[in-house]
């Protein structure tokens, strides 16, 4: 039979069990788990973020940088001016994602006129480092297949 000290003591300790899993429990729920959602919340805002910047600066280089070099008047004042517009427009378009971005970064504005900066590096890099992989293919060439069968075997020149 078990006495009343030992059904006491079981009670206790499954108390004491019960204390210690809500105890971890209520920690994860208002420690870690809004620490792991606040993080990923700003790590997504920044990356919206540098996304609408890559389309800016694409859009600009196309219109107006590309505008503005062939017409010789590319300077590093109009480039400093570009660079003010393309942070706004960015700022404009992601105004929601500014929103969230403000609570974790603080200075947004200086944080769009680094990935604008970054976004410009980059497309420099793709449009020097890729010349020869957006250049038109050479012309292909019919050829008899060797095989005598008359059917035609494509091959680039």
């Known amino acids: 039979m078990v006495s009343s000290v030992e059904v006491q003591i079981l009670e206790d300790v499954i108390s004491a069990f019960g204390l210690a899993i ?5 920690y994860l729920t208002t420690k870690v788990v809004p620490k792991y959602i606040h993080s990923k919340t700003a790590q997504n805002a920044i990356d919206g973020l ?3 910047a890559n389309a800016v600066v694409q859009q600009f280089n196309q219109t107006v940088v590309s505008d503005a070099k062939s017409a010789g008047v590319f300077n590093a004042q109009l480039a400093a ?3 003010k517009d393309a942070v706004a427009a960015v700022m404009l378009q992601g105004s929601n994602l500014v929103a969230l971005a403000q609570k974790s970064v603080g200075d947004v504005e200086s944080l769009v006129g680094a990935l604008v900066e970054q976004a410009v590096a980059g497309n420099k890099t793709l449009t020097t480092g890729t010349a020869l992989v957006n250049a038109p293919a050479p012309a292909q060439q019919e050829q008899t297949s060797p095989t005598g069968d008359g059917q035609a075997a ?3 020149a």
């Open 50 to 52: 540098a996304n609408i």
């Open 81 to 83: 001016q570009v660079k």
């Open 22 to 26: 809500g105890g971890g429990i209520t």
């Open 154 to 156: 494509a091959t680039t």
